[in-house]
């Protein structure tokens, strides 16, 4: 990687490698969210049934949370910037497939492979900052500035979709390539070449256990709504048989692909169970908003978009001070405050009627909903990945990220369970029933982010551990 330095002036070649690793960042979480407006226009044009177009979302997240583990610690052992660059070619490739095909299928298809790209730039790229910024103020301040890149993307995403998709809705997925192939060969001269192959052998059937483990997971919680209970429950076991046969083989191979050890991290736990909640939660949120803004006030695809924007401007502008917060506060207490808004924010949209004010309810419950996104996000790769090993910072990333997308993936089948369930007669007391879903889940992560400000040493030796634990 490029030698870091505690000096906070950063060179030119620092910057510019920021830069390629947050551009695709970007990229990797405005793909999540920027289909979203675009689907009704998809469904038109390529003649979709509403239960293949849910795939052209599904398909994404099944690729990408199914991998991301495998993407981590092929990163550690192949090396990180290798593993970047060839995933980045098949994004960029991927994207360009997206945009020209003239069926579903195939749209389908080229969003799993797009989803399983990101699953191998997403931990290499945070793993490449991680090992190439020392840890404390100068990592703290990289983190905040990529996470806070992701997130401005996953907010941006709808916004710019609704732009694009007044024009075309192939532009969603045209857009990504030249920017995607700029980072390619940005990447190729910027990132460091050196001999960064991790010490250990492949653990294949670790590999193929847990990723068929996290496809199962995110398959069944996705068809959930779509197929019979036996069908779901028997999903389930083998959900629970392929994680049962990964946890016996790691503490049996030599060089496990999981060290079952990192786990007992607590602010790495920490970390993944707040990840889980805010991503989570999110996810089922807008697409409750989606339904809300489009199908029941009749709002445009621009309209829809131009009312998450005060979340993602938030997002964007705060980017560069979330690591002197951290620096000056613990992102344990960062953490805490954003859970709160978070759950503020779900609380004012309560208010949904056929009349909304946007004075009173959208304007703060999105500018709420970014100020958990700014405070929460970098803070929780910051907790994540402080005191972990270089040769396991990609594992560390992949962990996290996993867990936001099985999160995703989680409490979205349980909100839109629970918003078609209600009666037909009455899609407010369905909308509302659907934000309490993702307010609950909002609630358990305050809890869980309460419990890491619960204990405080006392003694010099347990203060300097704390700055470890916290950060």
Not at 93 to 102: D, E, F, I, M, Q
Not at 329 to 356: C, K, M, N, W
Request: net charge neutral; charged share 10%.
């Amino acid at each position: 990687m490029i030698p870091s330095t505690q000096d906070e002036r950063w060179g030119a070649r620092l910057w510019g490698a920021l830069t390629v690793l947050c551009a695709v960042i970007f990229l990797d979480a405005l793909d999540v969210s920027m289909v979203g407006v675009a689907l009704p226009s998809i469904q038109a044009d390529l003649g979709m049934t509403t239960s293949s177009l849910q795939w052209v979302v599904s398909g994404y997240v099944l690729g990408y949370g199914g991998l991301l583990l495998l993407g981590g610690r092929t990163a550690d052992l192949l090396g990180r910037r290798r593993v970047f660059l060839a995933a980045l070619v098949v994004f960029a490739a991927a994207s360009l497939l997206g945009g020209l095909v003239t069926d579903g299928t195939l749209l389908i298809a080229a969003r799993f492979i797009k989803g399983i790209s990101a699953a191998f730039t997403a931990p290499a790229a945070l793993s490449i900052i991680t090992t190439t910024f020392a840890e404390g103020p100068a990592r703290n301040r990289a983190l905040s500035i990529f996470t806070a890149c992701g997130a401005s993307g996953f907010s941006l995403g709808l916004v710019l979709s609704g732009v694009l998709t007044e024009i075309g809705w192939r532009w969603t997925f045209l857009m990504p390539v030249p920017v995607a192939i700029l980072a390619l060969v940005a990447g190729a001269r910027l990132l460091h070449r050196s001999d960064e192959r991790g010490e250990g052998g492949h653990d294949l059937l670790g590999a193929a256990t847990i990723t068929a483990a996290m496809l199962l997971l995110v398959f069944t919680v996705v068809e959930a709504p779509q197929v019979s209970l036996l069908r779901t429950v028997l999903s389930a076991v083998g959900v629970a048989a392929l994680l049962a046969l990964f946890v016996w083989w790691e503490r049996r191979v030599s060089h496990p692909l999981v060290r079952l050890g990192i786990l007992r991290s607590a602010p790495l736990a920490r970390a993944n169970i707040g990840l889980v909640i805010l991503f989570g939660s999110y996810v089922g949120f807008q697409f409750v908003a989606m339904q809300y803004f489009q199908n029941l006030l009749g709002w445009s695809a621009l309209q829809t978009a131009l009312a998450f924007l005060p979340a993602g401007l938030l997002v964007a502008v705060s980017s560069t001070k979330m690591g002197t917060l951290a620096d000056r506060f613990g992102t344990a207490r960062l953490i805490v405050v954003g859970s709160i808004a978070l759950l503020a924010g779900y609380g004012v949209f309560l208010q949904v009627d056929e009349h909304p004010s946007l004075a009173t309810m959208v304007l703060p419950g999105m500018v709420l909903l970014g100020i958990a996104f700014a405070l929460s996000f970098p803070s929780l790769n910051i907790q994540a990945t402080s005191g972990v090993h270089d040769d396991e910072q990609g594992l560390a990333s992949g962990l996290l990220n996993t867990s936001g997308q099985v999160g995703g993936a989680v409490v979205l089948a349980i909100v839109t369970a629970v918003l078609t369930s209600g009666s037909e007669g009455d899609p407010i007391g369905r909308f509302r029933a659907a934000i309490v879903v993702s307010g609950l889940f909002a609630l358990i992560g305050l809890v869980v982010a309460l419990t890491g400000l619960r204990f405080r040493p006392r003694t010099a030796e347990a203060a300097e551990e704390r700055v470890l634990e916290t950060v």
